[in-house]
Structure formats: C-alpha cells, structure tokens
C-alpha cells in the first residue's frame, strides 16, 4: 500500500532545523519571520472567503445560523469566534455557533480521539437540528480531520451553504464544501504544530467571514459596532461616544437617549438625528431591516 504523502502542515520545515539549540531571541525571531508569510497565504485566498462571506450573509438574513465545526485548536477558534459575535454584534447566542470535537469541555481539555469519528461530526449537527436556511463551515488544518467531514458531509445533504477552511492543499475538506478556502500557510516552526501559523490563518479568516457578514446585515454604521451589546462598563462608555459622534449631541444627552432605548445605539442615534421617540425608532429601523444608514436616508427622504 502506497504511504500517503506528508501534508503541507505535517512536513518538517527546513528554517527550524536545530530550533532546540537556538537561543530564545532566535526562535521568537524566526516565529515572526514565519509569521509574516500567513496574511499573504490568507490573501491568496480573499476571493473563495468573500464569496463565503456573502453566502453567510444571506443565510443569516434569511432566519439561519453560522455554524463552526472543528476539532483541537480549529474547534476551539471557530467557538471563540462565535462567542465574540454576541457582545460585537449582539448576535443572539444560538445565531452563531461553535461545535467542538468532544463536546464543551475540549474547550479546556484534550478529549483523546475525539476528531477520529465522521458519525460523530453528522450526529453533532443532527443535534442543533441543522436545516437548509443554515451555513456550516468546516475548520481543519490538515483539510482532513473525519469529525469535521463528516459534519460537512451531512451538512450538505441537508442542504445547508457549507465553506471549508484548510491550510493544506489538496485537501477533502475543500473538495466537499461548497466554497473551500485554502490558506495554505506551509510547515510549521514544529512539524505538526497548527496552533501556530496554521492556527493564525484560521483566526484570520474566521475574523473576516463573521465580520464581513455582520456588516452586510447592518451591524456596523461606517466603522461603528452600533449592534454591540452593552454589558460593561468599557462598552457602556463606548455605546455614548459613538451616540455622541453621529447623533450629534453630548455625551450626557447620549447616555439619556441610551437610556430610553434600553442601551441600544441605533434607534438612540435616529433618536437624536430625527427628533423620533424610542418606539418611532424602533419601528423605523425595523423597517429598515435594522441598518441604520438606510432607516437616516429614508427619514430624509420621507419614506
């Protein structure tokens, strides 16, 4: 039986030779040299995630969800990334998803053997009771990992939008999503190590395809998070300035303009810009489908 050939994130790379017996400067200088190739490895990739971006988008327009599925330190990007949707975005916390390989507590633990089986990648998803209106994307450095096929797999049968994220190529994950992302990022600084520039790729484009789908659907005003959700001091101070600078009012008057509409920016803004009360707000912006820009326009328009 023929050996199958060592993949890009497995191979031993040459730059790291004798890494034991470099200095610590050394190796977190070559740590950043090796870093500074994976924006370009993500770049070449920009088309295959726009298109990605777009198709969540609608997914998400449409009443689904996004849902990540990974395993190891993929899994757990892909959970990060969908609990920052909630504070960022206010995204409700079933909206965006994580699902990891071994359940909740591979958060904080190695569950051994967990990445190993396809049924339980399909059986994870049968369990959010996955439908067509959702979008799956499948995260594995290697481009392999069963779990993450075998959600994939059944993804795609139910006729949810899939994306597969691999930093290997050629790879199955690519060929079984409807949109494959290859970000091919090479050897690691240790051989099968994909915490590092594997893993930075994968964050690098999980950052884009979640923010650029929030963006599509009106969550951010210019360069504003005016969805965020106000649940700390920190973002209670950021949700006045940003009521300050387009509602055009001071910072006290944000906070009462805040207050009436139950700490959220939006229909404060309009609030300020349009003279509304909270429920004509309200009531603009959902006619709107919640972008601010176009609920402004309209009030200027008169429609």
Request: hydrophobic share 45%.
């Amino acid at each position: 039986m023929a050996s199958e050939p060592v993949r890009h994130t497995e191979a031993p790379n040459p730059a790291s030779r004798g890494l034991d017996r470099m200095s610590t400067l050394d190796i977190v200088t070559l740590m950043n040299a090796e870093d500074a190739g994976v924006a370009a490895a993500v770049k070449d990739a920009l088309p295959q995630v726009a298109r990605a971006a777009g198709c969540i988008a609608a997914r998400l327009r449409g009443g689904g969800r996004l849902i990540y599925v990974g395993a190891g330190t993929s899994g757990r990007l892909g959970v990060l990334d969908a609990v920052e949707c909630g504070p960022t975005f206010s995204a409700p916390a079933e909206q965006v998803q994580g699902v990891l390989a071994g359940g909740p507590g591979a958060m904080t633990r190695f569950v051994e053997g967990a990445e190993d089986s396809a049924e339980d990648g399909a059986k994870a998803l049968q369990a959010l009771d996955l439908t067509a209106r959702d979008a799956v994307v499948g995260i594995a450095a290697s481009g392999r990992t069963p779990f993450v096929l075998g959600a994939l797999a059944y993804a795609g049968e139910t006729g949810a939008f899939t994306a597969g994220i691999s930093c290997s190529a050629p790879a199955p994950l690519l060929d079984l999503a409807e949109i494959g992302i290859a970000a091919v990022t090479g050897p690691e600084l240790i051989a099968g190590s994909t915490r590092l520039k594997a893993g930075t790729a994968q964050k690098m484009v999980l950052n884009m395809l979640s923010t650029a789908a929030m963006i599509r659907l009106g969550k951010v005003h210019d360069n504003l998070m005016v969805d965020l959700r106000v649940s700390n001091a920190k973002l209670a101070a950021r949700a006045r300035r940003m009521v300050a600078q387009l509602g055009g009012v001071s910072e006290e008057r944000a906070a009462e303009l805040l207050e009436a509409t139950g700490q959220s920016v939006k229909p404060a803004v309009l609030m300020a810009r349009r003279g509304l009360d909270a429920v004509s707000a309200r009531a603009r912006l959902e006619a709107c489908d919640g972008e601010l820009r176009a609920a402004l326009d309209g009030q200027e328009e008169g429609i």
